[in-house]
T-cell receptor, first 116, second 111 residues
Framework: AQKITQTQPGMFVQEKEAVTLDCTYDTSDPSYGLFWYKQPSSGEMIFLIYQGSYDQQNATEGRYSLNFQKARKSANLVISASQLGDSAMYFC?????????????FGTGTRLTIIP | KAGVTQTPRYLIKTRGQQVTLSCSPI?????VSWYQQTPGQGLQFLFEYFSETQRNKGNFPGRFSGRQFSNSRSEMNVSTLELGDSALYLCASSLAQDGYTFGSGTRLTVV
């Protein structure tokens, strides 16, 4: 089974609108971390936001917020007031703590295009 | 502060050759992990090094290997290159388990 599922291969959003990128995850580990990364065409993976499984509050970083619904195993990224520079691939990723392995499982990504 | 530096940025190799990629982590970061990104398979974990020891390994053939030096710089090597090894290779360094900083990647093309 896929550990991270991103069901939106591509999205087109009008500039200045808010956008929600979906991510669901699958783990039996009670302790895990969830990450969102942005990858522009240059290739670099840019860290956006992190949510720990025991964090009580949803994470926020500037225009980025993570809508964490633990019971539904959902960790959607919300970008408020989208900008042209937000056009990129977005990846959701998870790290499981129980295994002790320090690696990330990535979803297949969502290509976000902001329309002027 | 300096980020994660990967060299070279682009590489073209012929089938059967071998290649070495380099990754310099953020100063103070002792963990370096490598990922392969292809259009077909997405992002896949290769291996992780911590204090010069391979701590974790993904599901890749033995042609893929790596090492880490005492200054935490890491190299990965791919021997007997195949066309399917064409990919973007990303490395990430981390200090704590809630933060992974990636480099810009090395884009390898095998012809």
């Amino acid at each position: 089974a896929q550990k991270i599922t991103q069901t939106q291969p591509g999205m087109f959003v009008q500039e200045k609108e808010a956008v929600t990128l979906d991510c669901t995850y699958d783990t039996s580990d009670p302790s895990y971390g969830l990450f969102w990364y942005k990858q522009p065409s240059s290739g670099e993976m840019i860290f956006l936001i992190y949510q720990g499984s025991y964090d009580q509050q949803n994470a926020t970083e500037g225009r980025y917020s993570l809508n964490f619904q633990k019971a539904r195993k959902s960790a959607n990224l919300v970008i408020s007031a989208s900008q042209l520079g937000d056009s990129a691939m977005y990846f959701c990723a998870m790290r499981e703590v129980r295994t002790g392995a320090n690696n990330l499982f990535f979803g297949t990504g969502t290509r976000l295009t902001i329309i002027p | 502060k300096a980020g994660v530096t990967q060299t070279p940025r682009y590489l073209i190799k012929t089938r059967g050759q071998q290649v070495t990629l380099s990754c310099s982590p953020i100063s103070g970061h002792r963990s370096v992990s490598w990922y392969q990104q292809t259009p077909g398979q997405g992002l896949q974990f290769l291996f992780e090094y911590f204090s010069e020891t391979q701590r974790n390994k993904g599901n890749f053939p033995g042609r893929f290997s790596g090492r880490q030096f005492s200054n935490s710089r890491s190299e990965m090597n791919v021997s007997t290159l195949e066309l399917g090894d064409s990919a973007l290779y990303l490395c990430a360094s981390s200090l704590a388990q809630d933060g992974y900083t990636f480099g810009s990647g090395t884009r390898l093309t095998v012809v």
